[in-house]
C-alpha cells in the first residue's frame, strides 16, 4: 500500500515554537499533499508537492520531500493556538486513475 | 468555505431507518468522492464519481447507495445501518477526471452520522 503514515500520532507545543510533522509511506508516488482538519470539520488542502520537488514553501508552511528515503515533513513555523488541529498527508501514485491515500494524521495542540 | 456543501450536518438514526446524505459543488468540478471517518483510522474511500459515472466503489456494503444525478450533486443512501458505521461522512471534489491523485480534493463539512 501507498498509504501515508504520520508521525507523531500527537504533538503538543507552545505558541511561538515550531512544529514539525513527519509522514512515511511505502511505495512510488506522483505528488504529496498535505491537509489540515479542525475538529469535526471538513479537510482542507494546505500544500501539493510534486515527486520532482524537494521543497515547497506557503506564508508559514514548509514541506519537503525526500523520494529515497519515501518521506515528506510538514514544518509550521511560529505557530499560533489557531493551528491546532490534526494535519494529514495524502499520497498520489503514479498511475493516472489512482485515487488519493491518506494517513490517519497527526493532532496538532498549540498551547497558549 | 470551500464551495463543497453538505446536508445535514448531523444525523441521528436507527438501524431501520432509510435516510440520504446530500452533497453539492459549486466550483464546476468534475470528480466527486464519499469518504468515511472513524475515530483512530484512517481516512477511507468509499465511492468516486467522475462526470456522474462510478468510477471506483471500495466494496463498501450494500447498505451504503450513491447517486450522482449530475455533476454538481452527490447522495448517499443509507439503510439498515449498523452502529459501527457511526462515523463523519465527508465528500470532497475535484477538477480532475476519474479521480485521479494529482489534484486536489475540496471538502465538504461533513454530516455526523450516529446509529443507534
Known amino acids: 500500500s501507498q498509504q501515508g503514515e504520520e508521525d507523531p500520532q500527537a504533538l503538543s507545543i507552545q505558541e511561538g515554537e515550531n512544529a514539525t510533522m513527519n509522514c512515511s509511506y511505502k511505495?512510488?508516488?506522483?505528488?504529496l499533499q498535505w491537509y489540515r482538519q479542525n475538529s469535526g470539520r471538513g479537510l482542507v488542502h494546505l500544500i501539493l508537492?510534486?515527486?520532482?520537488?524537494r521543497e515547497k514553501h506557503s506564508g508559514r508552511l514548509r514541506v519537503t520531500l525526500d523520494t529515497s528515503k519515501k518521506s515528506s515533513s510538514l514544518l509550521i513555523t511560529a505557530s499560533r493556538a489557531a493551528d491546532t488541529a490534526s494535519y494529514f498527508c495524502a499520497t498520489g501514485g503514479n498511475s493516472g486513475n489512482t485515487p488519493l491515500v491518506f494517513g490517519k494524521g497527526t493532532r496538532l495542540s498549540v498551547i497558549a | 468555505e470551500t464551495g463543497v456543501t453538505q446536508t445535514p450536518r448531523h444525523l441521528v438514526m436507527g438501524m431501520t431507518n432509510k435516510k440520504s446524505l446530500k452533497c453539492e459543488q459549486h466550483l464546476g468540478h468534475n470528480a466527486m468522492y464519499w469518504y468515511k471517518q472513524s475515530a483512530k483510522k484512517p481516512l477511507e474511500l468509499m465511492f468516486v464519481y467522475s462526470l456522474e459515472e462510478r468510477v471506483e466503489n471500495n466494496s463498501v456494503p450494500s447498505r451504503f447507495s450513491p447517486e450522482c444525478p449530475n455533476s454538481s450533486h452527490l447522495f448517499l443512501h443509507l439503510h439498515t445501518l449498523q452502529p459501527e458505521d457511526s462515523a463523519l461522512y465527508l465528500c470532497a471534489s475535484s477538477q480532475a477526471l476519474a479521480g485521479a491523485s494529482t489534484d486536489t480534493q475540496y471538502f465538504g463539512p461533513g454530516t455526523r452520522l450516529t446509529v443507534l
Open positions: 508537492i510534486r515527486s520532482n520537488e
Open positions: 511505495t512510488s508516488i506522483n505528488n
